[in-house]
């Protein structure tokens, strides 16, 4: 038998309610990640729907990446809830980033449900063209 309570039953059972006792579960989701990587620097386009920006936690430290996120769902406030199917999902996810990169530096945009995170190069890591000179 499972230990995950059901918001409700199949028919006419009524909905589930967790009870005081109950220890709160929290749905955690990894988000989606397209990674872009040129000369100058890594770009990341984190998939996080329904999150605002209050709810949006970046941090970097010791070369490493972490996105931390809630999304919101909205109940008009004359309406009461009475079956969810969609929940409000937490999500998280870490990387690590190579010293090559000025973690000192990102960028972060946060549009329609899509974090854009732009991370640049050292200038010393930046590829380099080598002049000859000719003796």
Known sequence: MSDINPVAERGDAPV???????????????????????????????????????????????????????SVVRTPANLRLSHAEVRAPYFARRFTVSDDFDTSRIDATLKDGVLKLTIPRREESKPRRIDVNIG
């Open 16 to 70: 589930s309610r967790r009870g005081a006792d109950e220890p709160s579960r929290r749905a955690t989701l990894t988000p989606s990640v397209d990674i872009v990587e040129d000369l100058h620097a890594v770009t990341l386009f984190a998939d996080l729907p329904g999150v605002p920006r209050e709810r949006l936690d970046i941090k970097v430290h010791d070369g490493s990446l972490t996105i931390e996120g809630e």
